[in-house]
């Protein structure tokens, strides 16, 4: 919401650029669209048949309503969009020199530019304006020929543009245009009058005839009468929003027909709001102005809304669907004149686009809108990759929401930071800025050696956002201090923690600052409060629904285990219906899923069923939180071409009314009561992670099986009763200990990750019931338990196990954590064996030399660095040979345990080694040590073989 601006600037006469001066004559109407164009240059050594790519370069195709222009290539963004909008005005005849109308005293120009529109050869013209003039000649009696004044500035650009540099206020408070546009009406003497309620102007000398027999032939074909669907919004909050329907004859004036549904008699006192969505878009907000404005125009006052309205009357919805303030009752509809046609022009609205454009206004409902699904995604929880991201990235996310919100484009300035071996050589870091369009990354500090970067130096890359209101004040500050190898990543990480913090704050508007300010800090962001509560302060009566999606979002009825309020998993657990035959290929964290879903509203007792939502090709990353947890929980419980159904609980019907077509049909089941959602899906397809893949297709068997072998070897060699591993994120290693005679009676899993512990907890209840019913001696298997916490931190129930396990798993952290582990472990948890693997980072150069490294490649990642990159985005760190075995044998000489190291894939007599390095750590010492009890632990999910079933864990 704009709540205050500058100054009002009267009489600016500064020159203005080709792209101001066309969007002074043709608005948000004109059309740029940027296109990358990468030119190839000639190779050095003509023999090689390798394209080299040069430099990147940029052309602009501008598109208004009457042509296009296309620009050359240049080196940035805004110079193409200059040179379009400077062809354009040379087709246009357009001298930007002597024609620019900022070289004009605004007061002078607006009387010139007003005889103008009420000439002949303007009502002659296809216009969006024009239609308006065209329409007031059929108006009957008093009204002909007279046109609203609300309407000129609204559908001419270049009125509206000369009004904006007398008072830049007016964009937001149409009462204030009204007022300047009787300021001049004096100056039109003779040639154009306002009417008796000075709310309308018209030709005082009629137009020729030859003119209005040009206006009748091009009388509009559209049938005698239509109906145009449309919403009215109450001005009281208590009062449902409510479709409506415009009875428009065909030669009625349109702007009469929806001030008589305000409950005037005429078009005259009808206020126009601006756009409600994209530019191109006739949906406008039509409400009326004040009777108390009304009385009191001939005083000549500059009034504005604030100063004649209520507060009790203003319409908080309308206000906030459109940035400004709008009281009483008002219709939104799409209706009005085209560039090209003199037909009306007009779209149905209904319940469903109404909430579309509402959910539209948050961050998670803008990504939901992305990806078409209202009911089945959610704003991701992270930004992994950007082949995995799925709808619109978050960056462009968060330039929607502040253009909804009427805020600045947000500033990216992303940071460049050379690694410790890079910093000793050059001592500095980079920074760099996005630009103003927020399509381009500048570095701020230029390159010694032109932009080329070291062989063998490698960058991260940090990024902080800001975002500022209208008149430029610092809203919020976003500061991570994660860091990044490539500089896209960060951006989009960077913007993703500012949309999830917006979205929280959406969700639960009137939250404690106190509660605000810590979930910020969690997130690195500091904001301004009082002007975050003045500039969204309408919201908070808006979005009222958001407030129990918390609760109800996502929870399944009666088929799925977890408890959505703590994650625990109860002895009621059940599991899904899941029809088909199981293939064995399941979804894992990182995989990407792609299924068939359809969500149904249903009701109880009378069954009755109608489609809310469905897609034939749905895909989304496990893990990252892009879809509602139900709807990911029952997908990693199938397999490939498995189906299932399961029922959710109703969330706000604002939801399901957004992705509802025909809220007719239901509406009327929603108002019944007792309804519930149902959604039937098919597993379609799994890609798994980059990393596993290239595992799969270079080393038979997989590297991760070969790990699991590895580890039931020392099992077995070691008669090992008792086995914790490490992270043990879905349960992997875990679920292959189950299908495998081995000596081990108690089993523990920890990890960092409540969900992937959960689809651990699903994975393994079926095949230890299974071993409860069994009679076969060799399952000896007497506890599982699933414990949810950080391996860095102690608990004394895992003190000394007979072995532990940790695979692949402290490149995940940061190196002084991975330490920090080696240190624990050893120190405190004191196992009699611990397994650690990681990745050989010498191997990589052997992995990425496969097509699947090739064909994941970031397009954007235009940093040709000859070091070889990590294997898994979310790897922290890849160590050598020579730094894992420093490592090790550092943390076996400190806590007296000896070491071996070996590795799978590869041969450790050839080079480089194996592709996944093992240590394999042993307790010198037999005696254990007395430890005080400490339970920094929480237990997830425990199964105990006594009871034949999962023990019931009090919620």
């Known amino acids: 919401m704009e709540t205050g601006g500058p100054p009002a600037v009267v009489s600016k006469k500064t020159s203005l650029t080709p792209k101001a001066i066309i969007y002074q004559r043709f608005g948000e109407q004109a059309c740029y669209k940027v296109e990358e164009v990468q030119e190839s240059t000639q190779n050095e050594c003509p023999v090689l048949a390798i394209p080299q790519k040069g430099p990147c370069l940029y052309r602009c195709c501008l598109q208004l309503p009457e042509f296009s222009v296309v620009s050359e ?71 002909y020929g007279l046109v609203p004044i609300s309407v000129l500035s609204v559908y001419d650009a270049k009125l509206s543009g000369l009004f904006k540099s007398i008072n830049p206020k007016v964009e937001s408070d149409p009462l204030l245009i009204m007022s300047l546009m009787l300021k001049v009406a004096p100056r039109l003497a003779g040639s154009v009058s306002t009417s008796e309620d000075q709310l309308s102007m018209q030709r005082e000398n009629p137009y020729p005839p030859e003119i209005i027999q040009t206006v009748v032939n091009q009388q509009s074909s559209l049938p005698e009468t239509i109906l ?70 001939s005083s000549g006052v500059l009034c504005s809304t604030e100063a004649v309205y209520s507060k009790e009357s203003l319409n908080k919805r309308a206000s906030y669907l459109s940035g400004h303030l709008i009281h009483g009752d008002a219709i939104l509809a799409s209706i009005g004149y085209k560039w090209k046609s003199a037909d009306l022009s007009f779209e149905d609205m209904s319940l469903h686009t109404y909430y579309r454009i509402l959910i539209g206004k948050i961050p998670s409902g803008l990504y939901k809108l992305s990806r078409d699904a209202v009911i089945a995604a959610e704003l991701p929880g992270e930004f992994t990759t950007r082949s995995n991201w799925r709808g619109s990235s978050p960056r462009d996310l968060l330039c929607t929401f502040c253009r909804q919100h009427r805020l600045s484009e947000p500033v990216f300035s992303a940071i460049s930071n050379p690694l410790e071996s890079l910093r000793e050589s050059s001592g500095s870091h980079k920074k760099l800025k996005v630009s103003e369009s927020g399509n381009q990354v500048i570095n701020e500090i230029g390159n ?25 004040d610092l809203i919020i500050e976003c500061s991570p201090t994660k860091s990044f190898k490539k500089q896209n990543d960060a951006i989009q990480n960077a913007a993703l923690k500012v949309l999830s913090w ?209 580890a039931l070897q020392q099992i077995k060699e070691s008669c090992a009763t008792s086995l914790v591993d490490f992270g043990c994120g879905s349960g992997s290693l875990l679920d292959s200990l189950l299908a495998l005679p081995t000596s081990l009676e108690k089993i523990v899993g920890v990890d960092i990750s409540q969900k992937g512990l959960a689809r651990a907890a699903k994975i393994l209840h079926p095949k230890l019931s299974a071993i409860s019913d069994a009679t076969a001696p060799s399952k000896v298997i007497q506890s599982v338990l699933l414990y949810f916490g950080s391996i860095t931190v102690f608990d004394s129930r895992l003190y000394g196990f007979d072995i532990g ?34 990745p050989n980072y010498e191997y990589n150069v052997i992995l990425q030399g496969s097509n699947l490294q090739s064909q994941e490649e970031d397009p954007d990642d235009k940093t040709h660095s000859q070091s070889c990159k990590f294997r898994n985005h979310d790897h922290k760190f890849e160590w050598t040979r020579e730094q894992f075995g420093r490592w090790a044998s550092d943390l076996a000489a400190r806590h007296n345990y000896s070491v071996e190291f070996s590795g799978v894939g590869g041969a450790a007599n050839t080079e480089p080694g194996f592709a996944s390095q093992i240590a394999l750590f042993r307790r010198e010492e037999e005696c254990l040590k007395n430890v005080d009890v400490t339970h920094n632990y929480e237990v997830i999910w425990e199964w105990s073989s006594n009871t034949s079933k999962l023990s019931k864990i009090a919620v």
Request: charged fraction near 25%.
């Open 73 to 143: 290539t240049f080196k940035k963004k805004k110079e193409a969009e200059q040179s379009a909008a400077e062809m354009a005005l040379e087709k246009l005849g357009i001298n930007p020199k002597t024609d620019n109308p900022a070289t004009q005293d605004p007061w002078d120009a607006l009387p010139a530019r007003l005889s103008y529109l009420f000439s002949n050869e303007f009502l002659s013209c296809l216009h969006p304006l024009s239609g308006h003039f065209r329409a007031a000649l059929q108006r009957k009696g008093h009204l």
């Open 228 to 297: 145009i669907g449309a919403i009215r919004i109450p001005c009281s909050n208590e009062k449902t929003v409510e479709p409506l329907a415009l009875n428009i004859a065909s030669n009625d004036y349109y702007l009469d027909v929806i001030a008589q549904e305000l409950g005037f008699t005429d078009a005259s006192k009808v206020l126009i709001s601006r756009t409600i969505g994209k530019a191109s878009s006739d949906m406008r907000l039509y409400f009326c102005a004040p009777k108390s404005y009304l009385g009191d125009l």
């Open 448 to 472: 010694d050696d032109g932009g080329r970067k070291p062989v063998g130096s490698r960058e991260t890359f940090r990024c902080e956002v800001k975002i500022f209101s209208r008149c430029q």
């Open 502 to 710: 917006l979205n929280k704050y959406f969700k639960k508007l009137d939250m404690p600052i106190q509660e605000l300010t810590s979930y910020g800090n969690v997130l690195d962001i500091k904001f301004d409060s009082e002007l975050l509560l003045r500039e969204f302060a309408l919201g908070i009566s808006v979005f009222t629904f958001w407030q129990s999606m918390g609760a109800q979002e996502g929870s399944v009825l009666e088929s799925i285990c977890i408890n959505q309020l703590n994650g625990k998993l109860g002895d009621q657990m059940r599991h899904i219906n899941i029809e088909g035959p199981d293939s064995g290929v399941s979804p894992s964290n990182g995989s990407l899923a792609c299924i068939v879903y359809s969500v149904y509203l249903v009701t109880e007792g009378e069954y009755m069923k109608e489609l809310i939502e469905s897609s034939e090709e749905f895909e989304f990353e496990i893990g990252s939180g892009s879809v509602i947890s139900c709807l990911e929980s029952v997908v990693t419980q199938m397999s490939v071409s498995q189906s299932t159904r399961f029922h959710m609980e109703l969330p706000p019907k604002e939801l399901i009314l957004a992705s509802a077509c025909d809220s007719s049909r239901i509406l009327p089941l929603l108002t019944s009561g007792g309804c519930s959602l149902e959604c039937s899906t098919t597993l379609l397809r799994v890609t798994e992670p980059l990393e596993d893949r290239m595992e799969q297709a270079l080393f038979t068997p997989p590297l991760s099986k070969q790990r699991v072998d590895y």
């Open 805 to 838: 396990t940790c695979l692949e798993v402290i490149e995940h952290m940061e190196e002084d954590q991975a330490h920090l582990f080696g240190d624990m472990v050893l120190s405190s948890f004191c196992p009699r064996i611990l397994i650690v693997s990681t």
